[in-house]
């Protein structure tokens, strides 16, 4: 433990390091200085998503699914299907990502 009112590095009621750092530590006033890292709170409508997002991504695995299964029975001869029963997949997941 440190006794009250020093910091760790300090020896004495002195600091113990020299150059640069002594200087820093030494010449800045008693007070907390104001960091410039403030982060404001999150408003709690950002935290909640939209109510029709799940329906959103589920119709999205859905059709995606439904896409894939189409160009197997019915379309064999076209690749379209299954880029579209793709693309509505990865919307799924990427909706699936944004629910909170």
């Known amino acids: 433990m440190t006794p009250a009112g020093t910091k760790p590095g300090d020896v004495g009621g002195k600091v113990a390091s020299s150059g ?17 890292r403030y982060t404001p ?3 709690q409508a950002a935290k909640e998503s939209p109510p029709w997002l799940p329906a ?4 999205l695995f859905v059709i995606g699914g ?4 189409l160009r197997y029975l019915v379309f064999s001869d076209s690749n379209w ?9 990865l919307g799924g ?3 699936a990502t944004k629910w909170r």
């Open 20 to 36: 640069p750092a002594k200087a820093a530590r030494t010449t800045g006033s008693s007070a907390v200085a104001p960091s410039a």
């Open 81 to 89: 299907p299954m880029l579209v029963g793709l693309a509505c997949l």
């Open 66 to 69: 439904v896409a894939i299964m």
């Open 41 to 43: 709170p999150i408003p």
């Open 56 to 59: 959103l991504m589920l119709a």
């Open 93 to 95: 997941l990427f909706t």
